[in-house]
């Protein structure tokens, strides 16, 4: 069994940054696979990015070049930095925990001028 806690949603001008977190709790994180998936309004959720165990990294073609997902085992922590925002960028985040099936509680990301 696991939490996941997300934070550092919020708003952001078209060409800003912002950093998400997702905090794990209640069971093993390093061993588990993780990504990240967001959801606008009237649209599907749609996955956005993943993490290995063992680092390695996929992205949705629409992030590639502009988004990073990484993760730090000593905090139980994953991140994802993203960069050059777009309007079409703004959805509810959801932090995943791939391996057990387990959601986070979603962040709202908002790209507006």
């Known amino acids: 069994q696991v939490q996941l806690v997300e934070s550092g949603g919020g708003l952001v001008q078209p060409g800003g940054s912002l950093r998400l977190s997702c905090a794990a709790s209640?069971?093993?994180?390093?061993?588990?696979?993780m990504g990240w998936y967001r959801q606008a309004p009237g649209k599907e959720r749609e996955l956005v990015a993943t993490?290995?165990?063992?680092?390695?990294?996929n992205y949705a073609d629409s992030v590639k070049g502009r988004f990073t997902i990484s993760r730090d085992n000593a905090k139980n922590t994953v991140y994802l930095q993203m960069n050059s925002l777009k309007t079409e960028d703004t959805a509810v985040y959801y932090c995943?925990?791939?391996?057990?099936?387990?959601w986070g509680q979603g962040t709202q990301v908002t790209v507006s001028s």
């Open positions: 995943k925990c791939l391996t057990l099936s387990y």
């Open positions: 209640g069971s093993i994180f390093n061993i588990f696979a």
């Open positions: 993490i290995t165990s063992t680092g390695s990294t």
